[in-house]
């Protein structure tokens, strides 16, 4: 479901979080216009290991981003 986001001048917002295999902090932009639940991959810049990074973005716009070990 989608969830109408506020409206916002800046649309790229910074978010970061442990690396789940080494604890390395990962900081990635998300763009905030693609939805208020996104999905993708980074690479971690310590070990290079691929993460899988799950975002939602809540109603006032705040971004929170998480990993799951178990997302292909």
Do not use: W
Not at 5 to 13: F, G, I, Q, T
Not at 60 to 66: A, K, N, P, T, W
Request: aromatic share 4%; net charge negative; hydrophobic share 35%.
């Amino acid at each position: 479901m989608r969830v109408p986001l506020p409206h916002r001048a800046d649309l790229v917002e910074t978010a970061a979080l442990a690396c789940i295999y080494c604890g390395e902090t990962i900081t990635v932009p998300v763009d905030i216009s693609a939805g208020s639940s996104q999905q993708f991959t980074e690479e971690c810049p310590a070990c290079s290991r691929e993460v899988t990074l799950l975002v939602t973005i809540d109603r006032e716009g705040e971004v929170s981003l998480r990993s799951d070990p178990h997302y292909p």
